[in-house]
């Protein structure tokens, strides 16, 4: 962050100075974790349910850090305010209105929103110093979180942004502005709190509404809710995907034994080919959109196809491909699910495990709605017709994923119900054997325990 005093602060806030005169500088970052504040940091004091931060500002103080913001006084120089993330929103806004030569990339859509946020911090990462923050800081809290690790010599900065309703990036939007808004799909995640796609579309094209007549809107042409945001923008539309209207566009689409996509990529004359360095077939949509923003931001094309065969995975549990000593080979998808992206992974699996066993631990998807029951049945038909080999739902609020892989009836495969993530591991720990390939994935309910197992390799012995 830029440096400012406590007193900036406070007047930028709206907040009341205590036990200071308002001179001490805030030189480090904003942080919300106490462990994390450096020297000359602001503390962001939040009462949980178990700890209240506040109590911790004595020691974030003595450790060096420049006073606490929070909802009262902590006792050390510091800022009292009416609501922490309404002052973490007037701060971001502020300090982005300073950097005027920071240029600010916002990404949406139902699924791939973190690692297409990653391609992009890496390819952007070429023409200069970027921010773009391992993990899923997309809501009031890590958005402006992430603004806020923006400074003078920034020149991109990558936000993700979530939405559970209509006006959530409304909201964020008026927070940061982008100049370049990328919007990747629209699925069946959060259906439950949207009420339907069309919902969900409505949400997600506010980004492209609050874009400036000057920045750019990177839309889905594959996706017909998404392409059709582009009357919603006085932005440039520049539509990417495989389809024939892309103006960036990927053809002849391959995927090796290792899930690996490779396409030919096409904008305007320049052709190359791409080859990723990233599992799952899916990558080649996220790959694309990252790629139009980094020809937007002025990397060339040619360097661009080298670059995009070099972005790996940075926020952990997405994808994350290992394999064990043993041969078997474990694709941790573990981090969140949602019925668009399971089905991606499952794709991923059936590519990867051809000619091998493979195994789907799939748990609940959750924030699906009146859609919870047919969604998970969606995915165990899914995983059933590719033919996957065992499938393993965990816990009972994932039964329907059985019964949906139940109706394919020419399948062959076995389906178990694990009561919680301790049974779904005792069911891979009694039939392991080397060259299987196991998916992991679910909805942040501890499923990435039984990721976390497998990698523990030398607590299994494969049969």
């Known amino acids: 962050m830029i440096n400012l005093s406590l007193g900036e602060i406070a007047a930028i806030t709206g907040g009341r100075l205590v036990n200071s005169d308002g001179s001490e500088t805030v030189s480090g970052g904003v942080e919300y974790d106490s462990r994390k504040v450096g020297p000359g940091g602001l503390f962001v004091a939040f ?35 009416a609501d922490q993330l309404d002052a973490l929103a007037k701060l971001a806004h502020e300090v982005l209105g300073r950097l005027p030569e920071l240029t600010v990339v916002g990404l949406t859509g139902s699924s791939g929103k973190t690692t297409t946020k990653d391609y992009i911090g890496q390819l ?29 010599k920034t020149r991109f900065l990558v936000l993700e942004m979530g939405a559970r309703g209509v006006g959530h990036l409304r909201y964020l939007t008026g927070i940061a502005r982008p100049s370049i808004g990328v919007v990747l799909n629209i699925g069946a995640a959060h259906i439950g709190e949207f009420g339907s796609v069309e919902g969900t579309a409505l949400a997600k094209g506010e980004l492209v509404e609050a874009l400036p007549e000057s920045g750019v809107a990177v839309l889905n042409a594959d996706d017909p809710l998404v392409a059709g945001m582009a009357p919603r923008t006085g932005a440039r539309v520049l539509l990417v995907g495989e389809a024939e209207g892309a103006e960036l566009r990927a053809s002849e689409v391959a995927v090796d034994a290792a899930g690996r996509a490779s396409y030919v990529l096409k904008n305007g004359s320049s052709v190359g080919t791409v080859h990723l360095n990233v599992a799952g077939r899916h990558q080649v949509a996220n790959s694309l959109a990252a790629a139009a923003v980094a020809l937007t931001a002025g990397l060339p094309f040619d360097e661009l196809v080298t670059a995009l065969g070099e972005v790996g995975i940075v926020s952990g549990r997405r994808m994350d491909v290992f394999a064990r000593p043993d041969g078997v080979t474990v694709i941790d998808d573990s981090y969140n699910a949602n019925p668009s992206s399971t089905a991606a992974a499952l794709h991923a699996l059936a590519a990867m495990g051809a000619g091998k066993r493979t195994t789907a631990v799939l748990g609940y998807m959750a924030e699906l709605g009146d859609h919870e029951v047919s969604g998970h049945a969606e995915v165990g038909r899914l995983a059933a017709e590719l033919g996957v080999d065992r499938l393993i739902a965990v816990a009972d609020d994932a039964r329907p994923i059985l019964d949906g892989a139940a109706e394919v009836g020419a399948w062959r495969g076995t389906a178990r119900l694990a009561a919680d993530q301790a049974a779904a591991i005792a069911i891979l720990h009694d039939d ?15 499923t990435w325990d039984v990721a976390d197992w497998l990698r523990r390799s030398e607590e299994v012995q494969p049969t």
Do not use: C, M, W
């Open 47 to 81: 009462a949980g349910e178990k700890q209240d931060g506040h109590d911790f500002g004595p020691a974030v103080v003595g450790a060096g850090a420049a006073g606490v913001l929070g909802t009262r006084d902590a006792g050390v120089p510091g800022i009292v305010v």
């Open 432 to 446: 392991l054997r080397a060259d299987d390939v196991v998916l992991v994935k679910g909805s942040r309910y501890r």
């Open 124 to 152: 952007l990462s070429r023409l200069g110093p970027t921010v773009a923050l391992p993990g899923s800081l997309n809501n009031e809290l890590g958005f402006p979180y992430t603004v806020l690790q923006a400074g003078e």
